[in-house]
């Protein structure tokens, strides 16, 4: 791990105003990706700007019936939550099917959007990598694939996202509010958060530099059945192959998202309109345009079969 300085923020504005100002520095709260990337020297920040004294770690409630979640939530918190666990089971589902009872004390919930893939390669700095490199190359495209994308990824990444919570929080519609060095604020849906590869996989998201994530939120509560399967090579610790998000409602409709298999989570309003007519029809529009590599494309079966139970599941009240 390469020697930095360290400070804590007096207040959000402050925080975001100091990162925007010093080449190399980066907000720290859990650590429990960014901690692991350091000693790696994959990121290699010359300041370290401490978030966790800023009062953002409330669950509140809010006029339209939705929750407000702050940035330094914890996830073992947010997933515990009665408010989460009755009206968003899905969100804690997802929380609970990640990481291990440890990280979940530390990982928050804007860490846990801002995570790094997982990508072996990515992690080895002795290969290739646009994500961590541009204009290095993909090694996993012609190597190991078994974990990678199989739909929206390009010639540049075929990396996944690897967050369980994310998958929950696309599925439910969240915003993403934020702080900008100028001090001005501004909410951004999740379903503009998190960027494709296309020729930049290494902008990973639509933060500015410096920008910080105070809080994200949710709609009033979408009622329905709630549903996080995960189906991944160990019951625990372990990212996914694929996972389905889901809420069906009585009549058959509903929404569902997939984990695992692209570079955000991946979600196809269009092809939920197909719900009542069954896991065929919603699969043939959520996972059009899909273009796996030989080693994994049973993530399209299993993403199929895995949709398949989740709504046979759903069927039996």
Known sequence: ?????????????????????????????????????????????????DVNGLALDKIEDMPDGGLRIGALVRNTDLAADMRVRRSYAVLSRALLAGASTQLRNKATTAGNLLQRTRCPYFYDTNQPCNKR???????????????????????????????????A?????????????????????????????????????A?????????????????????????RDRSSYAFALVSVAAIIHPDGSGRVALGGVAHKPWRVEAAEASLP??????????????????????????AKRTLAAVLAEAKKG
């Not at 949710?218 to 189906?231: A, N």
């Open 133 to 167: 490199k541009p204009g290095s190359g993909c090694s996993a495209a012609a190597g190991f694939s078994r974990q990678h994308a199989v739909i929206g990824a390009s010639q540049s990444c075929i990396a996944t996202h690897p967050s369980d919570m994310a998958v």
């Open 277 to 302: 007519e069954g896991a065929a029809a919603v699969s043939q529009g959520l996972l059009a345009g899909a273009v796996p590599t030989p080693e994994n494309a049973f993530k399209i079966t299993l």
């Open 1 to 49: 791990m390469r020697a930095f300085t360290y400070q804590r923020a007096a207040s959000p504005a402050e925080a975001a105003a100091a990162v925007a100002r010093m080449p190399g520095a980066r907000f720290i709260a859990g650590g429990t990706n960014l901690l692991d990337l350091m000693k790696l020297e994959i990121e290699t920040p010359a300041h370290l700007i």
């Open 169 to 205: 929080m696309r599925l439910l519609d969240a915003n993403v509010e934020t702080i900008r060095p100028d001090g001005s604020a501004r909410i951004i849906p999740i379903a503009d958060f998190h960027h494709l590869p296309g020729n930049t996989p290494h902008i990973e998201n």
């Open 207 to 231: 933060l500015a530099p410096g920008e910080l994530i105070t809080a994200v939120t949710l709609p009033k509560p979408p009622g329905g059945r709630h549903f996080y399967r995960k189906v």
